[in-house]
């Protein structure tokens, strides 16, 4: 790719991999997570993780819940930044790290689909980023309408077709990513 490249990894967060608010296959997301950043850790890409805090609940700043999730691979390298929108732009340090390092395409990954990687993937084309999802690298929860798996499928769909930007979002799984 010509544009210099980072993955996103977004709320990979001990609260959304275990008890009540456990995503759908979220160790096998965890998994794909650590295959795509070990890869652009290897190919000399950075990655910023992304981690949602609240006043109250699951994912006080500091709490168990917020911490990121175990089996999630970390390097010193890595960059972290904290967020309390869906859009992981909105009051954070995210622009600034891509303008110092002159970052044009993001890869996004994470959790929940329909939120956090929604708004931070519509919000990163508004802003004229190029942007590559990662199929098989985000889940949500099941909902009264719709199990998590038909949401993230129905997202990826959904991410494909967006015309309203200036760049497009490319949709692919972990093993045709392509660094």
């Keep these: 790719m010509s544009l210099t490249t980072a993955v ?25 997570i650590n295959r795509v950043t070990d890869k652009a850790r290897a190919d000399g890409v950075p990655v910023f993780f992304v981690q949602h805090e609240t006043e109250t609940g699951p994912m006080v700043k500091g709490s168990a819940g917020w911490q990121l999730a ?3 691979h970390q390097s010193e ?45 519509r919000h990163a084309l508004a802003r004229g980023f190029e942007v590559t999802i990662i199929a098989d690298g985000h889940t949500t929860l099941d909902t009264s309408v719709l199990p998590a798996e038909k949401i993230s499928a129905h997202h990826n769909a959904t991410w494909q077709n ?10 692919v799984h972990a093993n045709e990513l392509e660094i």
């Design 8 to 32: 996103v990894v977004i709320d990979v967060q001990q609260a959304l991999c275990s008890g009540p608010f456990q995503t759908f296959e979220s160790d096998r997301v965890i998994a794909t």
């Design 70 to 72: 175990e089996g999630l």
């Design 77 to 121: 390298e890595d960059a972290y930044i904290s967020k309390r929108f869906s859009d992981a732009f909105k009051e954070t340090e995210l622009q600034r790290y891509c303008d110092d390092q002159g970052i044009g395409h993001l890869i996004i990954c994470g959790m929940q689909s329909e939120f956090c990687v929604d708004s931070t993937t």
């Design 162 to 171: 967006l015309t309203s930007y200036q760049n497009t979002a490319q949709v």
